[in-house]
């Protein structure tokens, strides 16, 4: 997304009769005529409805119509789980990636835990959008596999400037027996709410062939007010 700056404009006057007035006004300026923003689930289940929601607008907020297109690509998810780096950077790399990796599995050696480097495996959606009045639209997420997710937003403004967006997100499902992605602990809810009454469910899992649970209480709260504590 590229920058949009913002200038307070203040002009005071003063009438005949000494009197001073004054006036603000808030003017912003970018590389683009059109702010094209998109909001996109970070993850949810695959059998739930799910969109990337579109929206446009000029520099002062008002909406604009414009056309695109939106493309969903499932990753390839790298085949091992890493954890944070822990130091930084280096400036060269005294082992070779494969001695890397055998020395230390879950660490990163170069650049492939960012997601924006992993392989495209296959493209799940590709359609055109066109923002309405109100310069707004929505693409559905729908019949998509467990995985990761890239999604790309496009489009260009009335002077041929090409706006770019990109998001990721997490489809996952219980019908399979692995989790959606390589991770050391993974937690989704079924359901983002939940009325008095009805029955919570999440999904948890690892990417670990040799974890082992461990027993122990998982507690529910609400604003810091315990309400189930389940045995594990």
């Known amino acids: 997304m590229q920058p949009v700056f913002s200038y307070e404009v203040r002009v005071d006057v003063t009438d005949n ?5 004054s006036g603000t006004s808030l003017v912003l300026a970018g590389y683009s ?19 990337v929601a579109i929206n446009s607008t000029n520099m002062n907020h008002a909406p604009v119509s414009i056309r695109g297109s939106v493309s969903v690509e499932k990753l390839r998810v790298p085949d091992r789980v ?18 890397f990796i055998r020395a230390f599995p879950n660490d990163v050696w170069k650049d492939e835990h960012i997601e924006d480097t992993w392989p ?7 359609q055109d959008f066109w923002t309405n009045a109100a310069g ?8 998509l596999e467990p995985g990761r997710y890239r999604v ?5 403004d009335p002077s041929g400037d090409t706006l770019l967006l990109k998001y990721f997100f ?8 692995a989790p959606a992605t390589m991770e050391g602990s993974m937690l989704y809810p079924f359901m983002q709410t939940c009325e008095p009454g009805d ?5 948890f899992g690892t990417s670990f062939s040799d974890a082992r649970p461990v027993s122990g209480r998982t507690h529910a709260r609400h604003y810091g007010r315990a309400l189930v504590a389940l045995e594990q």
């Open 199 to 203: 029955t919570a469910r999440v999904l």
């Open 82 to 99: 890493y954890r944070q780096r822990i130091l930084p950077w280096p400036d060269r790399f005294a082992m070779s990636r494969e001695e």
């Open 17 to 21: 009769a000494g009197e001073t007035h």
């Open 170 to 177: 997490t489809a996952y499902s219980d019908d399979t027996n």
């Open 136 to 143: 707004q639209d929505t693409v559905q997420l729908a019949q």
């Open 152 to 156: 790309i937003v496009s489009a260009k």
């Open 33 to 51: 005529s059109v702010l094209l923003s998109a909001t996109v689930p970070e993850s949810f289940d695959v059998h739930a409805k799910a969109a």
């Open 120 to 126: 495209v495996e296959k493209i799940a959606i590709r």
